[in-house]
């Protein structure tokens, strides 16, 4: 069984930054990507960012482009989730998954999930 445990996030002003790490247990073959997602309070979950493993493609969900980068070492098992001009909307838990993606950042199967971290933005 992989567990994915994620840590850094915390409480900053809007306009800060803050960088999330995600490690997987150990190395998944059977997932083709990664990613980021968030829950607000009262919210549904959404997509922050995908990242494939084999060729390191990124996609971003509108509301981050720019502001938000995703990155990855593979010899670390680790996905990070760069978070820069932060705004009071950003404030969710946020969670990385491990599955199967077909193009872009359409998942069809999330087989890990990560217990998350939560990221708090004051005005």
């Known amino acids: 069984q992989v567990q994915l445990v994620e840590s850094g996030g915390g409480s900053v002003q809007a306009g800060g930054s803050l960088r999330l790490s995600c490690v997987a247990s150990?190395?998944?073959?059977?997932?083709?990507?990664m990613g980021w997602f968030r829950q607000a309070p009262g919210k549904e979950r959404v997509g922050v960012a995908t990242?494939?493993?084999?060729?390191?493609?990124?996609y971003y969900a509108d509301s981050v482009k720019g502001r938000f980068t995703i990155s990855q070492d593979s010899a670390k098992n680790t996905v990070y989730l760069q978070l820069n001009s932060l705004i009071p909307e950003d404030t969710a838990m946020y969670s990385c998954?491990?599955?199967?993606?077909?193009?872009?950042?359409?998942?069809?199967?999330?087989?890990?999930w990560g217990q998350g971290t939560q990221v708090t933005v004051s005005s």
């Open positions: 998954a491990a599955g199967l993606c077909t193009s872009g950042d359409n998942w069809f199967e999330y087989q890990y």
């Open positions: 990242i494939y493993r084999n060729n390191g493609d990124t």
């Open positions: 150990r190395y998944i073959g059977s997932s083709n990507c």
